[in-house]
């Protein structure tokens, strides 16, 4: 290509998927704006970038998600941003909390929640599926993980969103600048006020399970147990709702699709899996150079910024036969929309479980959905989601 490719333009938030199949035919390696990253297109480039923590250094994430503008940001002091050893100490702490056994525990809360939400979504006129299913039920699943008010999930869906949006402020842009800087503010505060209340009255949940943890026979500071709280509250939101809002599109798409599943519910994991294929949730994930290095056959300078592209790599035909068609009879599971290696996202099993038990409790009740307007794509780096998406829901 003879000029740098701007993932912001609004062709690449619409349908990024056709220039990704040119990178990765003509120049799987390079440099993309905003930012000068370096994008890694091909599905094996992107699996070595993931894996080789000592050349490939999580730190990227924390410069893309702590520009000089914000300065403080718990989220951008996450385990994200940590490589081997310490990643590893921190990251035992909630691993228990998403083994098999711990969603086998939850799930009948989850089912509770999809089975009353599913119940409310009107039916026969145009509604906003993000406003009335794709938010709500993470938003009670995390709220009962941590002990957070469900009811405040439109303001957890403006924090998730600005916090998942910083890459792309441009420094002319001072008004969206101080919106994420209130964001920081307001959400900090806000889980200040959920960990005095936990120290003072403990509580069955996660917040309290990590008050009372320790790390090599010490607890966790207060600036460590922010940061989990701010990741484990955009990372339990931000995938699950974007995962269900592909879904939506996707069914919109392929009505033959929504009538095998309603037909048969035991489709409902392969529809989850293939959707996280086509349309992964996670666009591509932040890295550091900390050595000169060759990936993909391009010479990448120690200091370079890298972006693993996770949404093209689950197009990549070399990897994937036919690609670009989307088809839950798909042999093999993906598990790249996730993450790979020492970051796959915990939260998986989560994710997938809460899409499930949505779709189980919501096919019986509508034999189509039809598109009410065209849906509002973020503007986003790292994530690849609608903000809004009007369809109407039509009644079995």
């Known amino acids: 290509m003879s000029e740098r490719l701007n993932l912001m333009s609004p062709a690449m938030l619409a349908d990024p998927y056709p220039t990704y199949a040119e990178l990765r035919r003509d120049a799987p390696v390079c440099q993309v704006d905003p930012g000068g990253f ?189 940061s989990f709280l701010f990741l484990l509250l955009v990372g339990g939101l931000e995938t699950t709702v974007h995962l269900l809002n592909h879904s939506a599109l996707q069914l919109i798409a392929h009505p033959e699709v929504l009538d095998r599943l309603r037909a048969d519910p035991a489709l409902i994991p392969r529809f989850i899996d293939e959707v996280l294929r086509y349309e992964p949730p996670v666009r591509s994930v932040y890295r550091l150079v900390m050595a000169d290095t060759e990936i993909g056959g391009v010479r990448l300078p120690k200091g370079a910024k890298v972006l693993a592209m996770i949404g093209s790599a689950c197009r990549d035909e070399a990897h994937f036969p036919d690609a670009h068609r989307f088809d839950i009879d798909r042999r093999g599971v993906t598990h790249l929309p996730f993450g790979h290696g020492i970051h796959f996202c915990l939260g998986a099993p989560l994710a997938r479980l809460e899409a499930r038990l949505l779709f189980t409790a919501l096919l019986p009740r509508v034999r189509r959905l039809s598109p009410a307007g065209p849906p509002e794509w973020r503007r986003a780096l790292s994530v690849r989601g609608v903000t809004s998406l009007p369809v109407v829901a039509h009644p079995a």
Not at 47 to 53: N, P
């Open 38 to 226: 370096w994008a890694v297109t091909r599905h094996d480039d992107v699996v070595a970038v993931l894996k080789d923590t000592a050349v490939f250094s999580s730190e990227g994430f924390r410069a893309a998600t702590k520009p000089a503008w914000l300065g403080h940001n718990p989220f951008g002091d996450s385990m994200l941003v940590l490589d081997p050893p310490a990643h590893g100490r921190l990251r035992s702490l909630v691993n228990r909390a998403f083994t098999p056994a711990a969603m086998a525990r939850l799930e009948a809360r989850v089912r509770a929640f999809a089975e009353d939400i599913a119940a409310r979504l009107p039916l026969g006129q145009p509604v906003d599926w993000v406003e009335s299913l794709a938010m709500p039920l993470p938003a009670s699943v995390i709220g009962e993980l941590l002990g957070l008010d469900p009811s405040l999930h439109a303001r957890f869906k403006r924090w998730t969103d600005d916090l998942t949006s910083i890459s792309p402020v441009t420094p002319d842009m001072t008004a969206r600048m101080e919106e994420i800087r209130t964001t920081v503010r307001e959400a900090e505060q806000y889980l200040t006020e959920v960990l005095a209340s936990r120290r003072r009255e403990p509580a069955d949940d996660m917040v309290t399970d990590l008050l009372r943890a320790q790390v090599d026979g010490q607890s966790l500071t207060d600036a460590e147990l922010m």
